[in-house]
Structures are given as structure tokens and as C-alpha cells.
């Protein structure tokens, strides 16, 4: 048997396979159930959403921001509005750092949670989503 094994349970076949790897582990094996990470067409609407807010112009704390700080600012601000932890810690040159949630690791309903929170600053800030709209994000029902 190999050292590790991981299952989607898509149908009873995989379930059997997920079951028979199961009765046939080791003692102390680790089993682990969890729900289904974050899809890469969610990880796609993500970033398309924050590339048209880094394009925005809107400024946050006195500057236009990229990509990867709007994502900082939002996966906190989303941390906070739905009682996760968000923390800010001293870094190890005296800075400031965010510790936060990976959105890699978030669930399919946490990301979506974001993805919902994100759209909401975006329609509250009147954010154009071209680049959303474009990458066929959005059904056209919602105008940017």
C-alpha cells in the first residue's frame, strides 16, 4: 500500500476504494474528512474580481493597491465580518504582518463566502468588473 492515499468521494466506487484503503491501513494510520477544498474556477473568479479592483483606482490607507494586498485586505476583512481569527502580529524586523486564513485551503462555501464579500465591496465602491465579466465570472445580470 502506498503511503498515502486521498479520495474524492465523487460515487459509491471511489466510496468502496475510500473503505478498503480504510480496513486495510496500518495501526495509527490518520483518516481525514474534510470538506471539499476550493475549486480553480472559484480560485479563477477570485482573482479576476481583484485584478479589476487593483485597476480600480480606489485607494486604501492613502494608496492605490495590487493584487495580492487587495486579497491581503479582503481575506482579513472577511475573517472579521464572519468571526473568524484575523490577527496582526509584530514582524521580525519590527514591522506589522497579517496572519491570516489561506484561501487555498478554504472550503468550496468559505470561498464563495469571499467571493460574495469581495462582490459586495466591489457593487458598495462602484468597481467596474471588465476583467470578471470577460472571464465569464459573471451572467451579465449584475451590472458593474
Known amino acids: 500500500m502506498n503511503d498515502r492515499q486521498s479520495f474524492v468521494l465523487i460515487n459509491d ?16 494510520s490518520r483518516v481525514t ?14 482573482h479576476a474580481i481583484l485584478t479589476d479592483l487593483s485597476r480600480s483606482g480606489i485607494e486604501w490607507a492613502g494608496a492605490q493597491r495590487t493584487v495580492d ?14 468571526g473568524a481569527k484575523a490577527d496582526v502580529v509584530p514582524g ?3 514591522e506589522f504582518v497579517p496572519i491570516r486564513e489561506s484561501t487555498a485551503s478554504m472550503s468550496v462555501a468559505r470561498a464563495a463566502s469571499l467571493i460574495t464579500y469581495i462582490l459586495a465591496f466591489c457593487d458598495m465602491n462602484g468597481v467596474e468588473l471588465r476583467e470578471t465579466r470577460r472571464g465569464g465570472f459573471l451572467d451579465g445580470a449584475r451590472a458593474a
Open 13 to 28: 466506487h471511489v466510496l468502496g476504494n475510500a473503505l478498503r484503503a480504510i480496513r486495510d491501513a496500518a495501526p495509527n
Open 33 to 46: 474528512v474534510a470538506p471539499p477544498q476550493r475549486s480553480l474556477d472559484q480560485n479563477a473568479k477570485l
Open 69 to 82: 494586498e487587495w486579497k491581503v485586505l479582503m481575506v482579513s476583512g472577511h475573517a472579521v465580518a464572519t
Open 92 to 94: 521580525l524586523e519590527g
